[in-house]
């Protein structure tokens, strides 16, 4: 699961037990990152 | 039965086109115009796969948006069921992606507009998809209507039957459609859709003439007026002949 | 297109068509109207309110011996023609 941290906008791994939190600069708020897998949607 | 029907046009273009039919019954007409409008099948993305969807819009957004598009749909026999066709579409903002920015496989089936906007990209934005057309017909859903703006109205014979009456303040008549004077087709436009434009200070009597219809009808671009109205035609006929086909077992 | 008859005798045929609608039925029920031994002619996309049941149901009556499935399969005829010679006129005109 890779996040990206709001502060330092670099790319953080969390681990079980690091807490949210991000390593480099300590900062509490993560962003999810779009998966980059390809998506099928259907056309409803 | 002999059917004696007579077709002819008012206005004509590409997309759009006013034609009058004789001899019809309103079962029929109404048939006709159903069959436009659901039983015509088109082409149109059915599925989206997104490799990179940086916009502000969700995947299932955009993947109703370019199901939308209008495309060119070949010619029948051209394209056989199960057959897919991929369009292609790589934007990177800031731009706004255009339904011409779609890449077809197949030159048969392209967008029928260049213009029609997907989403506007900001900086650093992208868009890439790839996605799937298949054929199929308006009754399952609106993005396989081929026909958009079908209906029909009655052919309106109009008599000059007097004089209105000197001093007497002339009510507007407003007509729509398109109406007969003495063998002669006037679409109501020409006329401001009053008939007092047309005939001043006289006196006219308006009647419907039955069994004529004018038809109106506009495509998405997918074909011409002319394969749309054919096709639907058709559609009729091949569930005439299953019908029959089926009564004889 | 699938046909069930759900009620039958010498002169009055209910049938259910399948997989249609008021595009088709509308169409066949004026044709068969036009025949003259139909005296009567009509169909029901949704009979009784039924629950579930949502294919039209055409229901024809026939005098003068004719049998109604025959009159059926002139109209599914004659429709057929119809097309045919609109789709002509048509392209005449185009």
Same mark, same amino acid.
């Given at each position: 699961?890779? $996040?990206?941290?709001?502060?330092?906008?670099?790319?953080?791994?969390?681990?079980?037990?690091?807490?949210?939190?991000?390593? $480099?600069?300590?900062?509490?708020?993560?962003?999810?990152?779009?998966?980059?897998?390809?998506?099928?949607?259907?056309?409803? | 039965?002999?059917?004696?029907?007579?077709?002819?046009?008012?206005?004509?273009?590409?997309?759009?086109?006013?034609?009058?039919?004789?001899?019809?019954?309103?079962?029929?007409?109404?048939?006709?115009?159903?069959?436009?409008?659901?039983?015509?099948?088109?082409?149109?993305?059915?599925?989206?796969?997104?490799?990179?969807?940086?916009?502000?819009?969700?995947?299932?957004?955009?993947?109703?948006?370019?199901?939308?598009?209008?495309?060119?749909?070949?010619?029948?026999?051209?394209?056989?069921?199960?057959?897919?066709?991929?369009?292609?579409?790589?934007?990177?903002?800031?731009?706004?992606?255009?339904?011409?920015?779609?890449?077809?496989?197949?030159?048969?089936?392209?967008?029928?507009?260049?213009?029609?906007?997907?989403?506007?990209?900001?900086?650093?934005?992208?868009?890439?998809?790839?996605?799937?057309?298949?054929?199929?017909?308006?009754?399952?859903?609106?993005?396989?209507?081929?026909?958009?703006?079908?209906?029909?109205?009655?052919?309106?014979?109009?008599?000059?039957?007097?004089?209105?009456?000197?001093?007497?303040?002339?009510?507007?008549?407003?007509?729509?459609?398109?109406?007969?004077?003495?063998?002669?087709?006037?679409?109501?436009?020409?006329?401001?859709?009053?008939?007092?434009?047309?005939?001043?200070?006289?006196?006219?009597?308006?009647?419907?003439?039955?069994?004529?219809?004018?038809?109106?009808?506009?495509?998405?671009?997918?074909?011409?007026?002319?394969?749309?109205?054919?096709?639907?035609?058709?559609?009729?006929?091949?569930?005439?002949?299953?019908?029959?086909?089926?009564?004889?077992? | 297109?699938?046909?069930?008859?759900?009620?039958?005798?010498?002169n009055?045929?209910?049938?259910?068509?399948?997989?249609?609608?008021?595009?088709?039925?509308?169409?066949?029920?004026?044709?068969?109207?036009?025949?003259d031994d139909v005296s009567?002619?009509?169909?029901?996309?949704?009979?009784?309110?039924?629950?579930?049941?949502?294919?039209?149901?055409?229901?024809?009556?026939t005098e003068g011996g004719v049998?109604?499935?025959?009159a059926?399969?002139?109209?599914?005829?004659?429709?057929?023609?119809?097309?045919?010679?609109?789709?002509?006129?048509?392209?005449?005109?185009?």
């Open positions: 699961m890779s $996040y990206k941290c709001s502060r330092c906008k670099r790319d953080v791994q969390l681990d079980e037990y690091g807490g949210v939190r991000c390593p $480099y600069c300590g900062h509490r708020v993560l962003l999810k990152e779009r998966s980059r897998d390809v998506k099928e949607v259907g056309v409803q | 039965m002999t059917e004696e029907y007579d077709v002819e046009f008012v206005e004509r273009e590409d997309r759009e086109a006013r034609f009058l039919v004789r001899g019809v019954t309103p079962a029929f007409a109404n048939g006709i115009r159903r069959a436009m409008i659901a039983d015509v099948p088109t082409m149109a993305i059915d599925t989206v796969r997104f490799v990179e969807n940086s916009s502000v819009m969700f995947d299932e957004q955009l993947a109703l948006r370019l199901g939308l598009v209008p495309l060119t749909t070949p010619p029948v026999g051209e394209f056989v069921e199960d057959d897919t066709v991929t369009l292609s579409i790589d934007v990177e903002g800031p731009a706004t992606a255009y339904s011409g920015n779609l890449v077809s496989s197949d030159s048969l089936v392209q967008p029928a507009d260049e213009n029609v906007p997907i989403i506007d990209l900001k900086d650093g934005q992208r868009l890439e998809a790839e996605a799937e057309v298949v054929l199929d017909r308006g009754k399952n859903h609106a993005k396989h209507q081929g026909g958009v703006a079908v209906g029909y109205r009655h052919l309106q014979r109009v008599e000059v039957v007097g004089d209105v009456p000197e001093f007497e303040e002339p009510d507007e008549r407003i007509v729509r459609g398109v109406i007969e004077d003495d063998g002669e087709l006037v679409p109501t436009s020409e006329f401001d859709h009053d008939l007092t434009n047309r005939y001043p200070d006289q006196e006219v009597a308006i009647e419907d003439v039955p069994n004529a219809f004018v038809f109106h009808v506009e495509t998405d671009g997918s074909f011409t007026v002319e394969e749309l109205v054919t096709r639907a035609a058709e559609t009729i006929e091949a569930r005439a002949t299953e019908l029959e086909e089926a009564v004889q077992l | 297109m699938e046909l069930r008859v759900t009620e039958s005798s010498e009055e045929l209910s049938i259910e068509i399948a997989g249609e609608d008021h595009t088709f039925m509308n169409v066949l029920k004026g044709t068969l109207l036009e025949h009567a002619a009509t169909y029901d996309v949704n009979p009784e309110q039924s629950g579930g049941q949502t294919e039209p149901i055409l229901t024809i009556k049998d109604p499935l025959n059926l399969e002139e109209a599914a005829v004659d429709v057929g023609e119809k097309a045919v010679a609109f789709r002509n006129a048509f392209e005449a005109a185009a």
